[in-house]
């Protein structure tokens, strides 16, 4: 089974708390702005809109943000110029770091992620260096607590999962990523729904071919840097190969 690479912050968690949620909207009104940007506004013929547009709706953002944000894309409406961003990156005892993000001002963003890792025993590499020990994966989540009565254990879940078309799975807690190709994605997670599967989440991740098992502490120092990435404006994702 493949390691959950997929750093899940409360960010798209329902529940998010009140000073968390203007950072929380103005990230996902980023990725939904330069989807609409590379692939125009129409999240019917947009998978990377529809994904974005999807996760705007599972933090509970008002309609009318979802509808600004894509007219920014489209330049409709006026906006900063926004670009995609990624960066490779050690961390604590040697775990490897994929950063994705979305910034107006690249050199800013470098040099603010760069003192973040610096401060947190991690540094930046040069891009290739880290990717390789990594997969693009869909990944969708479901929660076992939403599922309905026949899919009370794992075992239950995991079948259902394997015949929409599931290439791996990995549970963490009550959470199952099930993982498929990233052309499949769509299909996967449409075959779920018609089983009557809830999907909490879905994205496309970059996954870890193998993990790094540490200790606790060093654990801990990871999870310091993770939040202090994600507390970064221009951070989207964060993926590494830590076994949690």
Request: charged share 35%; with cysteine.
């Amino acid at each position: 089974m493949s390691g959950h690479s997929h750093w899940h912050s409360i960010k798209y968690q329902k529940s998010i708390a009140d000073q968390k949620r203007g950072k929380v909207f103005s990230k996902i009104s980023r990725e939904i702005s330069v989807s609409a940007r590379d692939r125009g506004g129409n999240p019917e013929t947009n998978p990377a809109l529809r994904l974005a547009i999807e996760k705007a709706k599972k933090v509970n953002m008002p309609k009318e943000n979802i509808e600004r944000a894509i007219k920014r894309g489209t330049g409709e409406l006026e906006g900063a110029k926004l670009e995609s961003i990624l960066f490779e990156a050690y961390g604590p005892g040697g775990i490897a770091l994929i950063i994705e993000g979305i910034t107006d001002n690249k050199n800013r963003t470098f040099a603010e992620i760069k003192q973040i890792l610096t401060q947190n025993n991690g540094k930046l590499v040069d891009e290739g260096s880290v990717k390789w020990l990594f997969e693009r994966k869909g990944c969708i989540t479901v929660d076992l607590k939403s599922e309905g009565e026949d899919l009370v254990n794992k075992e239950g879940l995991e079948l259902k999962a394997i015949e929409a078309g599931a290439q791996d799975l990995y549970w963490h807690n009550n959470l199952l990523d099930i993982y498929t190709r990233p052309e499949e994605l769509e299909k996967v997670k449409k075959n779920l729904e018609e089983k009557k599967i809830q999907v909490e989440t879905i994205s496309l991740d970059w996954v870890a071919k193998e993990e790094i098992e540490t200790d606790e502490k060093t654990k801990e120092v990871c999870e310091k840097l993770f939040e202090a990435l994600d507390e970064n404006d221009a951070v989207q994702e964060i993926y590494s190969n830590l076994k949690t």
